[in-house]
């Protein structure tokens, strides 16, 4: 009996380093592994729309956002006029859609309330209109050349290189050799001015 049992114990360790053996060789118990998205052959990884490189990894709502003039609200707009669920990524997108969808960035003045275009009743035209891509810098540019030119407040203080919309100065804005508050020194040994008396 007490053999049995030695050759038990002694079979035990054995059955449990075979197992730790076999473990060994597998490695560490893994998680399962995800499954691998198969990328299309037609996938682009850079769209171009209105001269803007947009990332194809990124969902259609985040990626039209990155063309300047174009923010959160617009792209949503955008997405739901040409009929693309909000969740696609760009660059899954077909040729001929993003060429949709260029359109109707282009026309997207026309197709919205006055009140979500970026410049209303511009100044020249009198029209509202949506700008996007890089003639959003260039209208900037020109009104900013504008008030500087007709001599307005606004114009003054962009050409003097100060704050235009009314913030403090004082304190914030500084620029240049400007110094913190100065407080006169008096000069040393010097007794404080006394008061005639009549």
């Not at 039209?64 to 669920?85: D, F, N, Q, V």
């Not at 006055?114 to 009104?143: F, K, P, T």
């Not at 030119?149 to 100060?162: N, P």
């Not at 004082?170 to 005639?196: F, I, L």
Request: glycine content about 10%.
């Amino acid at each position: 009996m007490p053999e049995e049992k030695e050759a038990k114990q002694k079979g035990a360790p054995k059955e449990k380093d075979g197992a730790k053996a076999k473990k060994g060789e597998k490695g560490a118990p893994q998680a399962p592994a995800k499954p691998v998205e198969k990328k299309d052959e037609n996938f682009r990884y850079i769209v171009r729309i209105v001269n803007t490189d947009l990332d194809g990894n990124k969902s259609i709502v985040i990626a039209l956002s990155g063309i300047k003039g174009i923010g959160l609200r617009s792209a949503e707009a955008i997405t739901r006029m040409a009929g693309i669920p909000r969740t696609t990524k760009i660059g899954d997108l077909p040729e001929p859609k993003t060429d949709e969808l260029e359109k109707l960035i282009t026309d997207y003045s026309e197709k919205v309330p006055h009140w979500m275009v970026n410049r209303q009743s511009d100044w020249s035209s009198g029209a509202d209109i949506h700008l996007v891509g890089i003639d959003v810098e260039l209208n900037r540019r020109d009104d900013i050349n504008l008030m500087k030119m007709i001599r307005c407040y606004r114009g003054i203080r962009h050409e003097t290189g100060q704050k235009v919309r009314g913030q403090r100065t004082r304190s914030n804005g500084r620029t240049g050799m400007t110094m913190g508050v100065v407080r006169r020194k008096e000069a040393p040994g010097a007794a404080p001015a006394e008061e005639k008396k009549e």
